[in-house]
Structures are given as structure tokens and as C-alpha cells.
């Protein structure tokens, strides 16, 4: 009995290793289906992947040069406006150095004006055997001398005749100047005293600093 046993023990063995060897193919084929299945999958993602990236990429393009170029624009406005101060600087310095010229130019001649009569009296009053109180009497008609002073608000007036030059305008630049013209806006009289039309012709330049006082400012030149 025992001799019949023992084949009967190597057939069940066999038959498991067979069936052993059956499910680990059966295993190993569902392994490289789920693997095949996965890469299947792995490329499908990584192409919406790559897409979405480049769709960032060129969202970040776009407004990178948005950026630059509104950087670019008021840095441009800020060179403008700095270059416009400096040139108003310029204009207000050049007429100060003229109005010391000018009142340098008169004194000079007041100087020279009161040295003759002086110098007049003097050789006057020796003739005349005066003595030298009485010479100097004429000296104290010295203020009658200085009367060319008054004459000063005369030389301030002249400057309003160039009526067209709107930078004499506290405020207003160059390129404000040129941008007033082109609206019809060519005399600082129509910015002192305007009149409707004038009015909404400078309307547009409302946002320009010190607006408020054009008209004021324009009124003290004129």
C-alpha cells in the first residue's frame, strides 16, 4: 500500500508545480498588461502636461512684455516731465539774469548821472567863490537823480508783449506750451481772461500740475 502511495504523492506534486508555473505566466502576463496600461496612461497625462506648460510659459511671455513696455512708457513720460521742469528752470533764471543786468545797467548810469552833477556843482560853487556848504547844497538834490528808477515797471512791462510765449506762465513747460497751441490755445490772454470756447479748450489740460493757478499766474504777466 505504501509503494502505491508514493507515485500518487509525485503526481499531485507535479501537478501543483504545473499549475504553479500557470498562474505565475497568468501573473506575469496581467503584470505587463498593467505596465503596458500604465505608460498608455503616463502619455496620455504628460501631453496636457507639456500643452498647460507651454500655455504658462507663453502667458508669462505675454506679460513680461506688457510689463516692459509700461515701464518703458512712464519712464518716458518721467524723462519728459523732468526735462520740461528743467527747461522751465532754464527760461525763469535766464529773465531773472536779464532783470539783474538791466537794473545793474541802470544804477551804472545813475552812479554816473549823480557823479557829473556833482562833479557840475562843485566846480560851479568854486567859481562863484561859495563856500563849500553852499557847494554841497546842490548834492542833496541827489533823489531827483534816481528818478530813472521809476522807469523800472516799464522795463517789466515790456516782457508781456510776447504774448505767445505761454511758458512765461507759471507751470507750463515746453511741451504743454506746444500741446496748448495745437488746441488753439496762442495767447497767455486767453489763459488769464478766457472766454467759453477757450475755456473747454483747456479743459483738456486739467490733469497738468497746477492747473488752478494758469489763469491767476497768467493774470500778474499781463
Do not use: W, Y
Not at 64 to 92: C, D, P, T, W
Not at 116 to 139: L, Q, V
Not at 169 to 197: E, R
Amino acid at each position: 500500500m505504501a509503494k502505491k502511495a508514493k507515485p500518487s504523492v509525485d503526481k499531485i506534486v507535479k501537478k501543483v508545480n504545473k499549475e504553479f508555473e500557470k498562474t505565475s505566466s497568468q501573473i506575469e502576463g496581467l503584470v505587463n498588461d498593467a505596465l503596458k496600461q500604465f505608460d498608455s496612461l503616463q502619455q496620455q497625462v504628460q501631453e496636457p502636461v507639456r500643452k498647460l506648460l507651454k500655455e504658462v510659459d507663453e502667458l508669462r511671455d505675454r506679460e513680461m512684455k506688457r510689463f516692459n513696455e509700461e515701464f518703458e512708457r512712464r519712464l518716458n513720460e518721467f524723462h519728459e516731465l523732468q526735462n520740461s521742469i528743467l527747461e522751465r528752470l532754464g527760461v525763469a533764471s535766464k529773465d531773472v539774469a536779464k532783470d539783474v543786468k538791466k537794473q545793474a545797467e541802470q544804477a551804472k548810469k545813475q552812479a554816473k548821472s549823480v557823479s557829473s552833477a556833482t562833479s557840475s556843482a562843485t566846480s560851479t560853487a568854486k567859481k562863484a567863490g561859495a563856500p563849500k556848504s553852499t557847494a554841497k547844497k546842490p548834492a542833496a538834490k541827489k533823489p531827483a537823480a534816481k528818478k530813472p528808477a521809476a522807469k523800472k515797471p516799464a522795463v517789466s512791462e515790456a516782457k508781456p508783449v510776447n504774448k505767445s510765449d505761454l511758458t512765461l506762465v507759471k507751470g507750463i513747460g515746453p511741451a504743454t506750451a506746444k500741446k496748448m497751441k495745437d488746441a488753439g490755445i496762442t495767447s497767455i490772454d486767453q489763459i488769464a481772461n478766457p472766454s467759453a470756447a477757450d475755456q473747454e479748450k483747456l479743459k483738456a489740460f486739467s490733469n497738468v500740475k497746477g492747473f488752478d493757478q494758469f489763469s491767476t499766474e497768467a493774470k500778474k504777466i499781463i
